[in-house]
């Protein structure tokens, strides 16, 4: 039996955000994928006579392959059958009502949280991005200082017109011990450092944040090509993922 007009069939989305969302609603992948098309299960089990159903939602990897957390995957109609052992399940059967109507429920929530997570998914790095007042190189260490304290930020970066030319860190200001005179006589451009990340704008959230956490950076410029769009924080990043 195929149920039609659920909301669900050609649905386009990514594998993560699937797979999480399924899993979440108890249907499972198990050994039911390849590498181009995967099917989740949901097992039902009538107490009074020992049946056994399973609602069934196929999918196929329109980009990149189902072992890959960014590959996409859309949806196709979902399928309830009924397994015979050991010959194994049936399609073509008469249904009890309460199982279809069980099986309506699971589409509805699945259709719901697929729909608010896709709306979560088109938001980008760019979308997240703070915008950070930039220093010239010919600033003073001061300055800079100033815009971290005031803009509470770690990193600022150092501009030419828009054009990212570089960063200047916390760090770099504490390791070098600047005394108020000092910093406000010391130029950003003698503490100018190449950042060790950037991300494109257009980046996903989720992948985004999963880079920073391999490079264990709390904060990485954004730039578009080479003008300077915005300072992301990784934190910032985990509270819209998780929103």
């Not at 039911?32 to 069934?56: A, C, H, I, P, S």
């Not at 990485?220 to 934190?235: A, K, L």
Request: aromatic letters at 8%; a negative charge.
């Amino acid at each position: 039996m195929k149920f039609d007009k659920t909301g669900l069939e050609s649905t386009i989305v990514q594998f993560s955000i699937l797979d999480h969302i399924m899993h979440e609603n108890g249907l499972v992948l198990a050994g039911q994928w390849d590498y181009e098309r995967v099917t989740y299960d949901y097992k039902f089990e009538d107490m009074t006579n020992g049946d056994v159903y399973y609602l069934r939602v196929p999918g196929v990897a329109i980009e990149g392959m189902v072992e890959s957390s960014y590959a996409v995957i859309k949806l196709g109609k979902p399928y309830l059958g009924k397994h015979y052992y050991p010959h194994g399940v049936e399609y073509d059967e008469e249904f009890p009502d309460t199982i279809i109507n069980t099986c309506n429920k699971k589409l509805e929530t699945l259709r719901d949280q697929l729909g608010s997570a896709l709306q979560r998914s088109m938001v980008s790095v760019g979308d997240i991005a703070k915008y950070v007042t930039p220093s010239k190189p010919s600033d003073s260490v001061a300055e800079a200082a100033a815009t971290m304290k005031n803009e509470n930020v770690t990193i600022v970066p150092v501009c030419d017109g828009e054009n990212l030319v570089g960063i200047v860190t916390d760090r770099a200001i504490a390791v070098g011990g600047f005394a108020d005179n000092q910093a406000g006589m010391t130029k950003v451009e003698e503490l100018l450092e190449k950042p060790s990340m950037t991300l494109a704008p257009d980046m996903k959230p989720e992948q985004a944040a999963e880079l920073m956490n391999e490079s264990r950076l709390t904060e990485v410029i954004v730039v578009d090509g080479e003008r300077f769009v915005g300072i992301v924080s990784y934190f910032h990043l985990k509270e819209k993922i998780n929103a």
